[in-house]
């Protein structure tokens, strides 16, 4: 099966599952689901290293693992990429050069400056982890912000960038003053998708469930999230409650 990178190049249109309570058990079986991949989010999640490290190996031969790093540094991405994660998105990047700071400290030199190292790539052998790791990594950034949306074009055009990303909750957090803050979030994003369309690369986007999933995917969008672990555990027990509470 080609990998992640080399399908969104091929223009291949991606669902993903989204885990942030940092259960390594939940990915697992997240990993049977049948979506294209599962999201560990860093930023904002439960995960820690020790979590990460057995996530990304328990699910990682059934289903591929991208993390969503808690900042644009070598550090959080390379600790991602060293657990076996097979690219990362990293979050509130805003301009051409916090794009290429995040593609330099995922890709080895002479493309980067990933440090070589690691418990996996160690394990696997490290010079074939490095050959499969320049064919395999990829790399995508999150535009959540004004500032990233109006150099969206800029962004897109960085060499070595896989995917952008849109964070389409930060998004409306940002347009919170204007008169109709979804629909300047809407025209946000279409000005991103638009822009990433020019260039050439895969635009995704957060979405919330299955359906809004669907309905970006239409739109053009390379990468959607069919679902996220919280409201759907959340969701399962509420259903469970109101059926028993219905029946008494």
Do not use: K
Request: with cysteine; aromatic share 4%; proline share 6%.
């Amino acid at each position: 099966m080609a990998e992640l990178r080399e399908r969104l190049a091929e223009g291949a249109a991606l669902g993903v599952i989204w885990l942030s309570l940092g259960a390594p058990a939940l990915a697992e079986l997240a990993a049977q689901a049948g979506a294209d991949a599962l999201v560990l989010d860093l930023q904002h999640g439960l995960w820690d290293r020790a979590g990460l490290e057995a996530a990304v190996g328990l699910a990682a031969p059934r289903c591929p693992v991208l993390v969503r790093v808690a900042e644009n540094s070598a550090r959080a991405i390379g600790e991602a990429l060293d657990a076996g994660a097979e690219g990362v998105l990293v979050p509130l990047v805003e301009t051409p050069e916090e794009a290429a700071a995040a593609v330099a400290a995922a890709r080895y030199p002479p493309e980067g400056r990933r440090s070589g190292g690691g418990v996996r790539p160690l394990a696997a052998g490290f010079g074939p982890y490095v050959a499969h790791a320049r064919a395999r990594t990829l790399v995508g950034v999150m535009i959540e912000t004004r500032a990233g949306v109006a150099d969206a074009a800029g962004i897109a055009a960085v060499p070595g960038l896989d995917l952008v990303f849109l964070g389409t909750g930060d998004l409306m957090l940002s347009h919170a003053d204007e008169p109709d803050p979804a629909g300047a979030t809407e025209a946000a994003c279409a000005r991103v998708l638009a822009a990433c369309r020019a260039a050439g690369l895969p635009c995704g986007a957060f979405t919330p469930d299955a359906a809004a999933a669907v309905a970006r995917r239409a739109e053009g969008h390379a990468l959607t999230v069919v679902a996220s672990d919280l409201p759907e555990i959340m969701g399962a027990f509420a259903g469970a409650a109101r059926r028993f509470n219905g029946a008494g």
